[in-house]
């Protein structure tokens, strides 16, 4: 599926030429993976899943780390104890055009709009 980064030990990750729309599409549907997708693109950053803070279970999220892992969306790698999510913008950009940013421009707009502003920008 995947190499091991040089640097920890990776997970398994659909290589690129496996990644799917309607996987990316479905992984994104979801409010809470949409929050962790909206929030690395906004710290542009590896984080922790500890650095979400998410209202949900601790099994809950791993579960939408899963997803997002599984879809190709995001990477994984652990790092000592640590395991550190990154955002798959280059492999999700060279796919489908275009499509992250019109969705994550797409759910900033919507959380102004319902008031959810608080929420990481893209930008923020």
Do not use: W
Not at 2 to 29: F, K, N, Y
Not at 54 to 60: A, E
Not at 84 to 113: C, T, V, Y
């Amino acid at each position: 599926m995947t190499e091991t980064a040089a640097t920890g030990r990776a997970l398994p990750h659909p290589d690129r030429e496996h990644i799917r729309l309607e996987s990316v599409l479905h992984a994104l549907s979801d409010p809470m993976r949409l929050q962790i997708v909206r929030e690395l693109a906004a710290k542009e950053a590896e984080l922790t899943c500890s650095q979400f803070d998410l209202p949900v279970t601790k099994s809950t999220t791993t579960h939408h780390f899963r997803v997002l892992r599984e879809s190709g969306v995001v990477r994984q790698v652990y790092r000592g104890t640590a395991k550190m999510n990154g955002l798959r913008r280059d492999d999700l950009e060279s796919l489908f055009p275009g499509l992250l940013d019109s969705i994550l421009a797409a759910a900033d707009r919507q959380a102004a709009r319902l008031g959810d502003a608080a929420r990481v920008p893209v930008g923020g």
